[in-house]
C-alpha cells in the first residue's frame, strides 16, 4: 500500500476548545481534510499533558498532517491544567482525566465534520490512556493504538519493577513536578494566564513522594491498571513497542489477555514511534497505522487483520555499546501469542567448585551452596531503565557486563555449536537463602563472545518480600529455604553459534535499583535452580514480514539557538570506593517558527552511593524550564528534588520557584519522612 502522496489538502486550526459538561475548556490543535465539513470523516484523538503548542509540536507536525491527509480528523487536545487547557492537574491517570476523555471523544464524535467513528492513540502517557479510556468504553471509540505504554501501573512502569522501588520514580516524578507547573500562553488564554499559572502552581505537589508512600500494589495502582479487567476493552488495540524501551512487557500481556481485536509489533527501538525509531531499522510506522485505521475507522480492506497477530525483531549477536544506530537481526512472524511452538528449554544453574563461577547443563548437579553479596554499587553498566533513543548524544544502554558479572553468580553455558533463538520471557526458579528479612535478587541474562565481551540481553528482579504477592508482601525469615521464580522482560534475540549463554545474579543494581535496607547475603543453591528460555525455530512464514520505509521527516519548523548536549559521566572515589553518576539532558534553546515560543529545559541527574552501606543511596534531579515569545513574555521553573533513605524510611525533598522574567512569583519547599514497607 503505496501512502507517499497526500490525498487531500490538509486544513490547520492552532487552537480549538473542547467544552467539559463543569464548564472548563480544553484546549486542542486539529488537523482535517479541508472538505471534512462537506464529507465528515473519522477522528484520532491523542490526549496528553505535554503542550501541543511547544512541547510536542515537532511529532505533531509529523504525524497528524499525514494521517489528515488521507482522510482523518487528527485532535491533538492538552490534558486539564496542562498546555493552555483551563484547570489544574493533580496527578498522572486519575479518574477526571479519564472522564474529560470520554466527553471529548463524544462531542468529537457529534461534530459536523465527524462520521461518529473516533479512534485514540498516543506514546508513553497518550498509550496509558489510550488503553485506560478503551476500559471505560465510549461508544464512539472503535480502534486505538497504544505505544510504549503498561497494562499494570504498579507491576510495569517507572516506579516499581518486582516489587522493588526504582530511581525511575525521582527521574520521572522530578520531571513531572517541572513541567506540569508550566504556565499557559498569553497568546491563546489572554489576560487570564496569570491566575491560571498561579492555580497551577499552587496545586502542585512532589507526586514522587505520593508514589512512594504506596510501596504495594494497593487500589492506588489499581486504578488506571487495565490489568485489573482486561474485558472491560471491547474496542480494536494495536500494541506496538521497542526491545530498548522500558515498556515492552505489555505488548505480550496484551496479545495474550485481550479478548478483542489485536495486533503487537516489537522493535529494536528505545521509547520512540517506529518511523523514528533508535536503534534502527527503523520502518514506516505511519504507513502501519494508516493501515489499521482505515480497517477500524473506515471498513477498508488493508489486510492489516491479515497479518500474524504479532511481527517482531530479533536481535543478532552484537558487541556491547551504549548507542546503537541499528541492531542486525531479522522480523518473524508469530499466528497468535502465546505460541504452542515456542518450548522453554531448561538449563540447571551447576556449581563448579569455586564462589562466583558455575555452568548451565542440561542435567542438575550436585546440591552446592553458592553466596552472593555484592556491593551496592553494582549495576553501572546497566544503562538507563527506559532509553529514549536519544541518538548518538548519550549512553542509554548496557555497557560490557564483564565488571557487573565480577560482583554477581555467574553460570555459563558451552559454546553453542548452532545459534540459538529465543523470543518471548526467559524464567529462573532460584532455590536460595537469605540472611535478611528484606532482599532483592537481580538476573542478567547475557550474551558472551568468544573474545570475552559481555552483552546484556535482558534481565528481571525481584523484591524476595513480595515473592507471592505484590499487594501482600511477607518479610523472609533468615536461613529458611525458598523456592523463587524471577520473569525476566521479554525479549527477542539470536545467539551465535559460538558463544555463550550466560546467567548473572547479583544483590544491587544501581542506579536503577533501590537498595534493600541492610545488604543481605543470598546463598543459592546449584543444581535444583533453572533458566529456562523460550526458544524458537525459525518458521518460513518469518521471510514474508515486509515493513515500508520510515515516512520523510518533514523540514524543521524551529531556529536553534544554543545546541543541547546529553552525558552520563560515573566517577568512583579512589579512597572510599563511593560512586557518583551524573547525567546531563540538556534539550538546548530554540524557538518555534510558527508560534514565537522560545523554550530551554535543562535537566541534571546525580547518583551516589557508597558500596559497603545501602544507608547512603542518594538521588536528585535539577530542572530548569524557560518559556518566553518576543512580545515579552517570560516564565521560568526551576525545581530541585532528591530522595535519602535510612534502614526505616525514606526522604523526600523538593523544592519548587516559579519566576515572571527576573521576578520569583512563587516558592515552596517540602520535606516528607515515609516508612519503609518491606522495601
Keep these: 500500500m503505496n501512502d507517499a502522496s497526500p490525498k487531500s489538502a490538509v486544513r490547520h486550526i492552532e487552537t480549538m476548545w473542547i467544552p467539559m459538561s463543569d464548564g472548563t475548556r480544553l484546549a486542542a490543535r486539529v488537523w482535517m481534510p479541508e472538505d471534512a465539513e462537506r464529507k465528515p470523516v473519522p477522528a484520532i484523538l491523542e490526549y496528553i499533558p505535554y503542550r501541543r503548542r511547544d512541547g510536542t509540536r515537532d511529532w505533531d507536525d509529523l504525524s497528524h498532517p499525514y494521517l489528515a491527509a488521507h482522510g482523518y480528523v487528527c485532535v491533538r487536545l492538552d490534558i486539564r491544567g496542562t498546555g493552555d487547557s483551563e484547570g489544574v492537574m493533580l496527578d498522572e491517570y486519575l479518574k477526571q482525566e479519564q472522564d474529560d476523555a470520554v466527553e471529548a471523544i463524544a462531542w468529537i464524535a457529534k461534530q459536523p465534520w465527524c462520521s461518529g467513528a473516533v479512534g485514540m492513540m498516543g506514546i508513553s502517557w497518550g498509550g496509558f490512556n489510550s488503553l485506560q479510556v478503551a476500559a471505560r468504553r465510549p461508544p464512539a471509540l472503535k480502534a486505538i493504538i497504544t505505544y510504549c505504554s503498561t497494562d499494570d501501573r504498579y507491576a510495569d512502569d517507572m516506579h516499581y519493577m518486582g516489587g522493588a522501588h526504582l530511581t525511575g520514580n525521582l527521574e520521572w516524578g522530578s520531571t513531572y513536578f517541572a513541567i506540569m507547573g508550566r504556565a499557559p500562553d498569553p497568546l491563546i488564554v489572554g489576560d487570564a494566564w496569570r491566575k491560571m499559572w498561579l492555580q497551577r502552581l499552587e496545586a502542585m505537589t512532589p507526586v514522587f513522594g505520593t508514589w512512594l508512600k504506596h510501596q504495594r500494589r494497593d487500589e492506588f495502582w489499581k486504578h488506571g491498571s487495565v490489568a485489573e479487567d482486561i474485558g472491560q476493552i471491547q ?8 526491545w530498548a524501551d522500558g515498556y515492552t512487557n505489555t505488548v505480550f500481556r496484551l496479545l495474550k489477555t485481550l479478548t478483542s481485536p489485536k495486533q503487537g509489533i516489537v522493535g529494536p527501538w528505545g521509547h520512540k514511534y517506529g518511523h523514528v525509531g533508535v536503534p534502527g531499522p527503523a520502518i514506516g510506522y505511519l504507513t502501519e497505522s494508516l493501515r ?8 477498508i480492506d488493508t489486510g492489516i487483520m491479515k497479518e500474524p497477530q504479532l511481527r517482531a525483531y530479533v536481535q543478532d549477536s552484537v558487541e556491547p555499546a551504549s548507542h546503537y544506530e541499528a541492531r542486525p537481526g531479522r522480523w518473524v512472524a508469530e499466528p497468535s501469542w502465546p505460541v504452542p511452538g515456542i518450548a522453554p528449554q531448561r538449563f540447571h544453574l551447576n556449581g563448579a567448585g569455586f564462589r562466583q563461577m558455575g555452568t548451565l547443563g542440561s542435567e542438575a548437579g550436585p546440591s552446592v551452596p ?13 544503562g538507563e531503565w527506559c532509553p529514549y533513543g536519544l541518538g548518538g548524544l548519550g549512553p542509554e544502554l548496557p555497557l560490557d557486563q564483564r565488571g557487573d558479572d565480577a560482583n554477581s553468580l555467574v553460570f555459563d553455558g558451552a559454546p553453542l555449536a548452532a545459534p540459538l533463538e529465543i523470543l518471548g520471557a526467559p524464567v529462573v526458579e532460584l532455590e536460595l537463602t537469605s540472611d535478611q528479612p528484606v532482599a532483592t535478587a537481580v538476573v542478567r541474562l547475557n550474551d558472551v563472545a568468544p573474545d570475552g565481551r ?47 549463554v550466560r546467567v548473572a545474579i547479583s544483590t544491587a543494581y544501581w ?25 524458537r525455530r525459525p518458521q518460513a512464514g518469518d521471510a514474508k514480514i515486509k515493513f515500508g520505509p520510515p515516512e ?21 572515589d579512589v579512597a572510599t570506593g563511593a560512586l557518583s553518576i551524573h547525567v546531563l539532558r540538556d534539550d538546548g534553546r530554540s524557538t518555534h517558527n510558527e508560534t514565537g515560543v522560545t523554550t530551554e529545559m535543562v535537566k541534571n541527574l546525580r547518583y551516589r552511593m557508597h558500596p559497603d552501606d545501602p544507608a547512603t543511596a542518594y538521588a536528585e534531579a535539577d530542572h530548569d524550564l524557560v518559556h518566553r515569545h518576543d512580545q515579552g513574555w517570560e516564565t521560568r521553573i526551576k525545581t530541585h528534588c532528591a530522595i535519602a533513605c535510612s534502614a526505616t524510611e525514606f526522604i523526600v525533598e523538593a523544592d519548587l520557584q516559579a519566576f515572571e522574567g527576573e521576578t520569583r512569583i512563587f516558592s515552596r519547599s517540602w520535606t516528607q519522612r515515609i516508612p519503609r514497607d518491606l522495601m
Excluded: C
Design 235 to 242: 474496542a480494536a488495540v494495536m500494541a506496538v513497542g521497542g
Design 292 to 299: 489499521w485505521w482505515d480497517h477500524w475507522l473506515k471498513d
Design 370 to 382: 553458592l553466596a552472593i553479596n555484592s556491593p551496592q554499587t553494582m549495576g553501572s553498566a546497566g
Design 552 to 572: 520523510p521527516l518533514p523540514p524543521s519548523n524551529r531556529t536553534s539557538l544554543r545546541p543541547g548536549d546529553v552525558y552520563r559521566k560515573v566517577t568512583q
Design 454 to 500: 559481555v552483552t546484556r540481553v535482558t534481565y528481571g528482579l525481584l523484591n524476595l518480600t513480595h515473592r507471592d504477592s505484590h499487594a501482600e508482601p511477607k518479610p523472609l525469615e533468615p536461613g529458611k529455604s525458598y523456592r523463587i521464580r524471577i520473569q525476566l522482560n521479554d525479549i527477542g534475540h539470536r545467539f551465535a553459534a559460538g558463544h555463550r
Design 511 to 535: 542506579p536503577i535499583l533501590w537498595p534493600a535496607p541492610k545488604a543481605a547475603t543470598l546463598t543459592l543453591t546449584a543444581g535444583p535452580s533453572t533458566l529456562s528460555l523460550p526458544v
